[in-house]
């Protein structure tokens, strides 16, 4: 790790109980660690034209490298599983290898699917058996706080079986009946009270016996992970997410991006 990205012991915040947990792991007493899943194989076809999404430059320097470091930043997070395009497996390690990236944390990298589901199914194949919590994150999540981060490990260790950070809606939803025909109008079927409904972010945090078996049962396509464990019937818990882990997803979520890290480093000074 570098000098310019260790903190000084000034600068080190207080510990959130996901950090203690850590360090009583460590110490032997509980075996559950913790490590991070980061399905980056994504074509980013929304994006547009140019490489895979989460090798696309952000504030200078590659979307995944920000989502690695932002798995990372959490003291509870020892091992991040990078789930790289199919055959981007050894330009993603080159990468890993050029940044700054915490000594504390391990990295594996391995090829990814044709879907999120499979890119996160392969990642969890290659999770070593002594993490007992699993985070997934997006890669085209760069800008997660680690605060946002800890409270997702913190309420898994506090026993939740599935954790997603949320946000309430700033927009009424409506569900429409799909157009019959391309062209054709869709028809407003139902308004859901708006005051009821969340925008779902990542990481997403389970016990990872349970996010296995949800892998292993739910055939269905799904668009996150913490429905396949709701399929399963458990409780998945929600924890406050946070406006900066918004998802890359459409240009214009590039813009913001830009400036979200822009203003970042205006405070801290670099
Ligand atoms: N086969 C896939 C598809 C997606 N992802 C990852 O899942 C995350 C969320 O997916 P999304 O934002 O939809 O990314 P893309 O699939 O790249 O976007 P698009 O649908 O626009 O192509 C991303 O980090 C993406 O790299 C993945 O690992 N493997
Ligand atoms: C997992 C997710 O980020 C939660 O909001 C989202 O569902 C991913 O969707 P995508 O279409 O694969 O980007």
Not at 157 to 185: H, I, N, S, Y
Request: charged share 25%; no cysteine; proline share 10%.
């Amino acid at each position: 790790m570098s000098d310019e990205s260790r903190p000084s012991p000034a600068e080190t915040p207080a510990k959130t109980s996901a950090e203690t947990s850590a360090e009583t792991s460590a110490a032997g007493r509980s075996p559950a660690r913790t490590a991070a899943v980061i399905p980056a194989a994504g074509r980013g076809v929304r994006l547009g034209p140019g490489a895979p999404k989460a090798l696309r430059a952000l504030g200078g320097t590659p979307m995944l490298i920000h989502a690695v470091r932002a798995m990372a930043a959490s003291r509870a997070v020892s091992l991040v599983v990078v789930v790289a395009p199919p055959d981007g497996a050894g330009e993603v390690k080159s990468l890993l290898d050029a940044h700054a990236l915490p000594e504390r944390t391990d990295f594996v990298v391995v090829p990814g699917g044709e879907t999120r589901q499979e890119s996160v199914r392969l990642g969890l194949d290659a999770l070593p058996p002594e993490y007992g919590i699993v985070l997934v994150h997006d890669a085209a999540r760069p800008l997660v706080p680690v605060d946002t981060v800890d409270a997702v490990i913190d309420a898994v260790r506090e026993g939740a079986p599935a954790v997603v950070p949320a946000v309430p809606l700033a927009d009424t939803v409506k569900q429409v009946e799909p157009a019959a025909a391309p062209g054709e109008p869709e028809p407003v079927v139902a308004t859901p009270e708006r005051a009821r409904l969340r925008a779902v972010q990542t990481p997403q945090g389970f016990d990872r016996a349970t996010l296995v078996r949800a892998h292993g049962t739910v055939t269905d396509d799904v668009t996150d992970d913490a429905s396949m464990v709701e399929q399963l019937g458990l409780a998945v818990v929600v924890v406050p997410g946070h406006e900066e882990a918004f998802k890359v997803t459409r240009p214009l979520d590039l813009v913001l991006a830009e400036a979200v890290l822009a203003r970042r480093r205006l405070n801290d000074g670099f």
